[in-house]
T-cell receptor, first 109, second 111 residues
Framework: TQLLEQSPQFLSIQEGENLTVYCNSS?????LQWYRQEPGEGPVLLVT?????EVKKLKRLTFQFGDARKDSSLHITAAQPGDTGLYLC?????????FGTGTSLTVIP | DAGVTQSPTHLIKTRGQHVTLRCSPI?????VSWYQQVLGQGPQFIFQ???????GRGNFPDRFSARQFPNYSSELNVNALLLGDSALYLC??????????FGPGTRLTVT
């Protein structure tokens, strides 16, 4: 059982479509991070959400932290081919850092 | 500013051998963490070091060990390599534990 479950696992959409990725846990996190990883490279930090109910925007990406701080979502508006990659949520309920199961996004031109 | 650097980039080893992977953190970062990532999965936490002391350890066998040096660089050692150790090994540095900056990784292949 994974501490952080992401859905969907795979997503293939056309350029211009919107999408939402979910990250869920039964544990409470003081913060959650979202990363994007491209093949053969390390994950790149996109955002940290700290406060329950918090919404952060990064250009066409909107991140939300659940009120109970157990879940988070990533919404992408008008997806572009450059958004293709593996999206990972992550957090540390203790002194271990856990990554989610990952969502592999492919945006087709 | 230079990011996290790792060496080597790629490595091929034989079962039973030993391997040492190296990581240099971002200047000013005192914490270094190591992760193993198998193809198609998210990274799995192996170790965290802060100020040369182990602060966290994931669910990995004792064949895995690490250390951090006075300049905050770090080494990950794996003994008695198994085929299942083939993976991308990632190093991350941070000022605050929950915001980690990753290097490009070392691709280890065990044959």
């Amino acid at each position: 059982t994974q501490l952080l479950e992401q859905s969907p696992q795979f997503l293939s959409i056309q350029e211009g479509e919107n999408l939402t990725v979910y990250c869920n846990s039964s544990s409470v996190f003081s913060s959650l991070q979202w990363y994007r990883q491209e093949p053969g490279e390390g994950p790149v930090l996109l955002v940290t959400v700290v406060t329950g109910g918090e919404v952060k925007k990064l250009k066409r990406l909107t991140f939300q932290f659940g009120d109970a701080r157990k879940d988070s979502s990533l919404h992408i508006t008008a997806a572009q081919p450059g958004d293709t990659g593996l999206y990972l949520c992550a957090g540390a309920p203790g002194n271990q850092f856990y990554f989610g199961t990952g969502t592999s996004l492919t945006v087709i031109p | 500013d230079a990011g996290v650097t790792q060496s080597p980039t790629h490595l091929i080893k034989t079962r039973g051998q030993h391997v040492t992977l190296r990581c240099s953190p971002i200047s000013g970062h005192k914490s270094v963490s190591w992760y193993q990532q198998v193809l198609g999965q998210g990274p799995q936490f192996i170790f965290q070091y802060y100020e040369k002391e182990e602060r966290g350890r994931g669910n990995f066998p004792d064949r895995f060990s690490a250390r951090q040096f006075p300049n905050y660089s770090s080494e990950l050692n794996v003994n008695a390599l198994l085929l299942g150790d083939s993976a991308l090994y990632l190093c991350a540095s941070s000022e605050r534990f929950y915001e980690q900056y990753f290097g490009p990784g070392t691709r280890l292949t065990v044959t």
